[in-house]
Structure formats: structure tokens, C-alpha cells
């Protein structure tokens, strides 16, 4: 069976649209219906239904998705299995990042890596934590490099690397520093005074994300209403959105610059914690081990 058939199937099935998929694969639509009608007549069934523009799977299609899945896992896995006998660090590595991970700790591991390792295809996917705890369930990817679940599921192995503690921020001519004072060039709001904050809006990333519900809990714990103007899931475009003026936040440390102002509320611990998740089930390649071994020795 033609393997770049069976992976052109999955990725038109992920994408429900010849185009895209034409786009993702570097070929032409032709060479995509071309694939997806030789793999048809292996099978000798629909794979797909064309309605209305769009692409979508039949029964059989739905059939054999879990099944060629499977065959292109094996065959990845079977490739660094190879790989491996020879002690050859090669192969395909999948894995994913956050933005955030990607811009401020993952940069100089990646250039030892490529350099050390250069046979490594090395495929690095940025989205969000939630979305690349859900591929590694799936073993989409082998392992990923994000912000901790707080509950994760028990299929996942966490291992924490960076501690990233958040503190509060508002731009440089807040009307709020005009009401609290600063203490040894910083400037610190009591906890009894926090609904001063409060009163204006803020801006924080979605519900449902892993960040925001570490801040939840602290909001709840400590009785505080918080209403929250806008929403986003970069923290670099939030603390853009802080330094005009659009609201306050509360953002990790590391973050933090001229750009913007920090206040300091005493007792305020919420961190998040940034780390490597794998799936329990799964034995990874050289390529992983030796990565998740670098971001490790980084600590």
C-alpha cells in the first residue's frame, strides 16, 4: 500500500479540503486527487464525498481513518527504531510549543540541537498547551514542551523545568499609581486594597486555558471580581495591550520590561509551571530522548 497516499488520506481528512492539503504537501491539487483516487481503487471504496465544496469522509473513509493512522505510525516509529540500532541520532521528530516557551527558553536548545544532531527532521508545530497536551493523547507527537495542566490526564508524564511565578501589570501612567506607594523602587498594593485594580478592566487569556484557570483560582480563593475586557492567548500581545493602556493583567515575570510596569501584592504566589509532556504508553525515539535530555540540562 502506497504510504504518501495513506498520508495525504489523513491530512485531507484533518483538513476536509483537497486545496489545503495541496498546500500543506508542497504539490499541486491534481497530485492530491490523483493519490486519494489510487488509494480509492486499492481499497476499492469512497474515501470521500464532495458537498457543497466540501470534503468529507464516507463511512469507509470514517473506517479507515483509525487504521491508517496506525500504519503511519508504525512506520515512524519503525524508521527510529532502525535508526536507533545504529546509535544514529535520525529520523522524524515531532513536537510542539508554546509561543511563549517557543520566544524565551526554547531558542538556544533548538540551535545546540540542530547543530548536534543534524540528521533529526525536526518538525516543531506552535499552538496552544491545551491543543499539544491533546496530540501527545493522541500520539500525534511525541512529546511536547508547554505550560503544565494543573489536572492532567492519566495517560500524561509531567516533568516540570521551569518555574514561571506571574506577577501584576499595568502601562507606565496608570491611574492606579497615583493611589498605592512605592517602596524600595517598587511598587506595592496591599491585598485589602486589590479592588482598587479591580475597578478597571483587564485582560486575560481564555477560560480555558491552563494560565487563566491558575488565575481563576487565585481570584476565587481571594474573593476578587475581575472584569475582563478583552481576551488573548499570546502573552506578548497582551503586554502590548497593557503598554497602551487597553487594561491590566497579570503576566509571568520574565515578561515583564520598561514597557510596562510591575505592581507587587503581597502574598500573590501564582506561577505557572513549564515543562515536558509525553505519553506513558509511548517509548521515544533517540531523537526525543536526546531532546527532552537538552531541555532538561537547561535548568
Known sequence: MDIPSIETFLIVAKKQSFSLTAETLYLTQPAI???????????????????????????????????????????????????????????????????????????????????QFPNVDLKLNFVESESACHSVENAEIELAVITLPIKPSACLNLNNIWPDPMTFVVHNNHPLLEQIKKINNKWLLKPADIQKLTQFPAILTEKETYTRKILDSYFYQSDINVQVKLSNNYLETIKMMVSVGLGWSILPKTLIDSTVTEITVPGFAASRALGIVTHESRTLSLAAQKMAELITQSI
Not at 101 to 113: D, E, R, S
Open 33 to 115: 486527487s490523483k493519490r486519494i483516487a489510487s488509494l480509492e481503487a486499492e481499497l476499492d471504496c469512497k474515501l470521500f464525498d464532495r458537498v457543497k465544496k466540501k470534503i468529507i469522509l464516507t463511512e469507509a473513509g470514517q473506517l479507515f481513518l483509525p487504521r491508517a493512522q496506525t500504519i503511519v505510525e508504525e512506520l515512524k516509529a519503525s524508521k527510529n527504531a532502525l535508526s536507533d540500532m545504529g546509535g544514529l541520532v535520525s529520523g522524524e521528530l515531532v513536537m510542539a510549543t508554546s509561543h511563549h516557551i517557543g520566544l524565551h527558553h526554547l531558542p538556544p536548545i533548538l540551535k545546540h540541537y540542530v547543530s
